[in-house]
């Protein structure tokens, strides 16, 4: 299907023209994907999805608008071109709207060397399912664990082409695939619940579904009599699994959005230290089989690797043309869209660095505060930094695990957050965000 996405957004571009665009670019994107879930050993629900979409952006004297069809028809081209042109031409002008030069542009315009699809067929749904039943078999063999809802197993792949005006034409494939689990213990108010899921580029690269499943049971079990802990100021330890959503708010808070509307309690950090001195926080757009790896951004300028953090300070914002433009400064490669809409900023695979020591030696080091394995809703101030969320996790006395906690909230203000922060070793590879556990000081935890 690549050469017709090709051929679709070049029709796009010449119907661009045709209606009268100064400048245009076109996106076509393919998505094919099957899902499975399981219940009680049957089959509960099976989905598969097939969809081509396009998308248009048509520039005319600085003023941009977007549209996006799934209706693939020669009429329904000229007709999105000539919608986008009139939107256009009543849409405020922006000084900073315009397609990259030709001389940025990305030299390599496929996905080649980045082994984002897998080369073995797509699983058939008979072997998803029987991966699913594998995985809650696991769940239900332990004792206590009286339910699994749901077990699932998905796999999907897609192609994206982008097509501009300036020249630029190019695209990739990316599969996926994964697993995931989520087991139930107790009854009533006592119920506890805990989950595992795991998802890779290529199929093969996944873990046994028999231990999706045991690891689902594992943490619910592991939840069995929460209760909620003390109220006070003390460290709290962000497991692996949730830590990540700390470094992503202070990538969202390095945004160029953000920056520009000056919504970011980072907007006068630049150049200041914003982790502890030591860390660095990269971006990797090109790390092979990651989640969110690709060879150019949605504007066709070569993606590269790149120092967010460096030695704990802030070396720049994540950037597209238009934000750069805003601010007197480069694009950083970061543009991203949908078909139907205008490319913003986002930040792609990130990592930081790890620790020396495991989280068993933090947790001694720690003495008496709170693991956090789960965090529920989200209260982030984006102009201040105040941060409070849900949280459900265990309590540590001693250095050591004494039991499971609920209902809580942990509070505090993220740039003092980040610059105490103390990180683990036990950061999974495979991720697009490879964030390590992370000890923080002095929050503040509401419980009992």
Known sequence: MAAALEDLTAALLAAARRAGADEADAMALEEASVAIDVRAGRLEKAERSEAV??????????????????????????????????????????PTVGLALPGELARERDGAGLDLVDPAPAPAPAALEEAARQAEAAALSRPGIRLVDPASAWSGRSTVHLAASNGFAGG????????????????????????????????????????????????????????RPPTGAFPVLFDERVAASLIGHLLAAVNGTAVVRGATWLGDALGAEVLPRGLDLWEEPRRPRAALSRPFDAEGLATARRAIVRDGVLTGWTLDLGTARRLGMASTANASRSPGGAPAPAAGNVTLTEGAVDPAALLRDMG??????????????????????????FWVEGGEIRGPVNECTIAGNLRPMLRSLRPANDARRHLAQVVPSLLVEGLTVAGA
């Open 53 to 94: 979409e396009i998308g248009l952006r048509v520039i005319v004297g600085g003023r941009q608008a977007a549209v996006a069809a799934s209706d693939l028809r020669a009429e329904t081209l000229a007709a999105m071109a000539e919608r986008a042109v009139a939107m256009a031409r009543e849409a405020p002008r922006d």
């Open 172 to 227: 990739y494939r990316r599969s996926a695939a994964g697993l995931s689990c989520v087991a139930i213990t107790g009854e009533g108010a006592a119920m506890e619940r805990d989950w595992c899921s795991e998802s890779r580029a290529h199929a093969a690269d996944l873990p046994a579904p028999e231990w999706v499943g045991a690891q689902a049971a594992a943490r619910a079990l592991a939840r069995a009599g929460a209760r």
């Open 368 to 393: 008496r505060g709170l693991v956090v394995t789960t965090l529920l809703g989200a209260s982030v101030n984006p102009t201040t930094g105040d941060y409070s969320r849900g949280a459900a996790g």
